[in-house]
């Protein structure tokens, strides 16, 4: 069984009838919302109404219509036919950006909204919504230069993004005489053998002479697009763009980094615990942070991931084994790494169907399995927030990454249960492996991008200027934990958070979302299943208010650095006992 995804309940092609259909109907649809805000016959109460309606059914069909095209180029990046209509596409988006941009001008407007939005029963389920309209209409570009905006993006950031995206999926590398996608020998960083996963980093980082010319260039542009929209938003920052988008303030974004750098000496000691089990004296070198430790390595086929995950998730909730079953019944994931396809793994809702599609390059480590279990965590997500209108379902990427990493918890908590002592070793260490990513590479990830938005203002950064502002970054939160001769002056080059066009500091959400998710996680142990419905809850509600809010539901307060230190105490007793068995 090839195990890719099957997009059939979506369209059956390009070709097909109700693709085109669908496609040509999203214009006349923009159209019909500009013609609710032209008509002078409505009240304001009406007229929200009427909008609402409009953007609702607009927002499915854009939906059906962009998940398509971009499934489609994830795992087929020679698709020229995807490409082409993706741009069609992009371009039918720009307009509804415009219309969206003069929806919130107008509903910022509007006097005594609370009034209406509380004599309205269709206006009351989006009231969220509509007061956060309030609030970004203070941040909108001025409607004379927006278009010419958007027109300039197609061709800049947009454009750049895309041409990363195919950089990075059409490049290829050259591996023990074989020639292979990127994406298959990073996978060997995780194999057992440790001459595959030093041959395997000498050659990707050779590889990306080849790229790392138009990447630079890429990176460059997006990064200047970003300055330049944040000061047409009036806003101080990129940084502020962000935090704003995010429903997120930098009180909490400050607790929470304080809190990381307070912890690194802790991540390091587990670094060089680890180092000196496999025999380094200088810290690790970069090609083995993801070794497997101990005898206990093992591999997976992928129906023995999709059993572990139902047997695990199950334990928490039942319901949470038959979605996964279900996910992989329907074909909602694309498992294995194939030239053409992105690395990485993602999770992409396709909302009015209550279906998520899981991309994912499979190759049998545990980390494989917690990865999809990460994936599956999103999708599960997704579902609790199925049937709520489009305009509630906007989760801020820290949020957006509290199932994920509730999901990986709880596998690595339930399979440390029964495991032998050299059997935890391993588990702990795969755990750590992934806690170390989130929290000393996304550190890292973070102070280089916040360097090099900086320093766009005065001139576009060479490849050696971006490779040295990686090196230092990596210094500064892994320390002697790595060898410091043996590093990673690419990972710039091979993340895809850094190029998304309209998405900066895609880093510290993740770190949010590792230290969140094991806050939420602790007090399912301290509830049990009587937490289930508070969980639920909680993620449907993570559209329907500020980030700080949203927590507080559950009891916590994410302004505190008490509340982060509580969830990195968590890491450091799985730190503390992978030391202590290493010493062992």
């Not at 956060?132 to 197609?154: F, K, S, Y």
């Amino acid at each position: 069984m090839d195990r890719k995804w099957d997009l059939s309940f979506l369209y059956e092609s390009f070709e097909d009838e109700r693709f085109l259909a669908d496609l040509a109907k999203l214009p006349e649809m923009i159209q019909a919302q500009k013609a609710i805000l032209e008509d002078a016959s409505l009240t304001d109460v009406a007229r929200l109404e009427k909008l609402a309606d409009c953007e609702e059914e607009l927002n499915a069909l854009a939906d059906r219509v962009g998940s398509f095209i971009f499934l489609t180029i994830s795992v087929d990046a020679g698709n020229t036919t995807a490409y082409l209509y993706g741009d069609k596409f992009d371009l039918i988006m720009n307009e509804a950006s415009l219309v969206e941009s003069a929806i919130t001008r107008y509903v910022g407007s509007v006097e005594n909204l609370d009034e209406f939005i509380a004599s309205s029963t269709r206006l009351q389920p989006i009231a969220f919504a509509l007061k956060e309209m309030v609030q970004r209409c203070q941040h909108t570009i001025a409607p004379e230069l927006e278009p010419w905006v958007l027109q300039l993006q197609l061709s800049g950031g947009s454009a750049f993004s895309q041409l990363r995206d195919k950089l990075d999926s059409t490049h290829t590398v050259e591996y023990r005489g074989q020639t292979l996608p990127l994406p298959a020998v990073r996978g060997m960083a995780y194999d057992a053998d440790a001459s595959v996963r030093k041959d395997a980093y000498e050659a990707e980082i050779a590889s990306y002479k080849k790229m790392e010319l138009p990447m630079s260039y890429c990176l460059n542009a997006i990064k200047m697009e970003a300055r330049t929209l944040a000061k047409m938003k009036g806003f101080d920052s990129v940084l502020d763009m962000t935090l704003s988008r995010s429903r997120m303030d930098r009180e909490t974004l400050e607790a929470m980094i304080s809190a990381m750098k307070e912890y690194l000496p802790h991540f390091r000691r587990y670094m060089k615990a680890k180092a000196k089990l496999l025999g380094y004296k200088n810290g690790l070198p970069f090609y083995d942070l993801f070794a497997p430790v101990g005898n206990a390595s093992r591999t997976y086929s992928i129906e023995e991931c999709r059993e572990k995950l139902m047997e695990e998730l199950g334990k928490f909730n039942p319901e949470m084994a038959k979605f996964v079953d279900n996910a992989f019944q329907q074909k909602w994931i694309d498992v294995y790494p194939r030239e053409g396809k992105s690395g990485g793994a993602f999770c992409s809702p396709v909302h009015y169907a209550d279906r998520s599609l899981v991309m994912t390059n499979f190759q049998g480590s545990f980390s494989d399995v917690s990865t999809l279990a990460h994936e599956l965590g999103h999708a599960w997500h997704n579902r609790c927030l199925a049937g709520l209108p489009y305009a509630m379902i906007h989760t801020p990427m820290p949020l957006a990454e509290t199932a994920s990493i509730f999901n990986e918890t709880i596998l690595a908590h339930e399979v440390l249960k029964t495991a032998t002592a050299e059997e935890q070793l391993t588990l702990l260490d795969a755990t750590l492996i992934e806690s170390t990513q989130t929290i000393v590479d996304i550190l890292s990830r973070y102070l280089f991008e916040t360097e090099v938005i900086d320093t766009r203002a005065d001139h576009a950064m060479t490849v050696e200027e971006l490779k040295d502002c990686m090196l230092r970054a990596q210094d500064a939160t892994y320390g002697d934990g790595l060898d410091p001769e043996i590093r990673h002056p690419y990972m710039w080059a091979c993340k895809s958070h850094y190029y998304s066009s309209g998405l900066n500091f895609y880093n510290f959400p993740y770190a949010f979302g590792e230290l969140f998710g094991k806050g939420v996680f602790a007090q399912y142990l301290e509830k049990g299943s009587d937490f289930v419905p508070a969980y639920n809850q909680l993620l449907r509600s993570c559209g329907s208010a500020p980030i700080a809010e949203v927590a507080m539901s559950v009891g916590i307060d994410v302004r505190s650095p008490e509340f982060w230190r509580s969830s990195l105490e968590i890491i450091k007793g799985e730190i503390d006992k992978f030391c202590a068995l290493c010493d062992a």
